[in-house]
């Protein structure tokens, strides 16, 4: 059995009004919330045990999913969130909750082999343009060798240093999960509540853990703010081939 883990305890600040009386992924976006749009996903890919991990606004996140609160939620960051979670020996595919993306790329990770596998958009340069003026304002390094992770996250002014963008989904098995949850617990208290995934990527990357990763080609997005959100409202209403388009 596959578990899937929605991290949906943070605010959202970049977000401002629109997530001041609701939880980012509570946006709508062409109609459904993102979080539906990622049940959707999940539960067309096989998926039917789903958590997501709550926080801000916690009270209205609630449906057919279970709930798992991060009661620390304003002092930590995205891997406390996840390692509220207990490993329960089963394959857990881990979702960030400002992402939408189509079953296939979840059938994709969840086939690809390792212990821990993230997923990264060849095609990312497209959708950066569509949200940024200078794609390289926001974009990070990404780089693989034969189906291994070995940079991300980094600032750069060369775009040939970005082989595609990480999107925010992960893979891990119990031995993958026992790996990275052996390492969070050498870091300090402090360190762990301010531990973000990219940064965590870098930490099992700096201990020699292999990072597979699954390469996409367009098909999913994030919001950040509010301008992306009116950014793919304007791509589905006026480009009917928008590589990007999740649905």
């Not at 595609?164 to 949850?181: D, V």
């Not at 208290?189 to 990219?198: A, L, Y």
Request: overall charge negative.
């Amino acid at each position: 059995m596959t578990r899937a883990i929605i991290l949906a305890a943070g605010r959202g600040s970049r977000m401002k009004e629109h997530t001041e009386e609701k939880p980012k992924c509570l946006n709508e976006l062409d109609g459904k919330t993102m979080l539906d749009w990622q049940l959707m996903a999940l539960r067309a890919a096989g998926i039917s045990s789903i958590t997501v991990v709550s926080g801000y606004r916690a009270k209205m996140l609630n449906g057919d999913f279970f709930v798992k609160r991060n009661n620390r939620w304003s002092e930590t960051n995205m891997v406390a969130s996840l390692f509220c979670m207990a490993n329960d020996e089963v394959d857990s595919i881990i979702s960030y909750s400002d992402i939408v993306y189509k079953p296939e790329h979840i059938s994709k990770l969840s086939k690809t082999n390792g212990d821990i596998v993230i997923t990264a958009d060849l095609n990312w340069q497209k959708l950066w343009e569509l949200r940024f003026d200078n794609p390289l304002d926001d974009a990070e390094t990404f780089k693989s060798k034969n189906g291994i992770l070995t940079e991300i996250g980094s600032k750069t002014d060369n775009i040939s240093d970005i082989e595609a963008q990480y999107m925010g989904l992960l893979k891990f098995t119990p031995k993958g999960w026992n790996i990275m949850h052996s390492i969070y617990e050498g870091f300090s208290k402090e360190k762990q509540d301010k531990m973000d995934m990219t940064s965590m990527l870098n930490e099992l990357l700096a201990n020699n853990v292999p990072v597979h990763v699954a390469l996409i080609d367009g098909g999913w997005c994030e919001a950040d703010d509010w301008s992306d959100i009116m950014a793919y409202e304007n791509e589905l209403n006026n480009n009917n081939s928008w590589i990007h388009n999740w649905k």
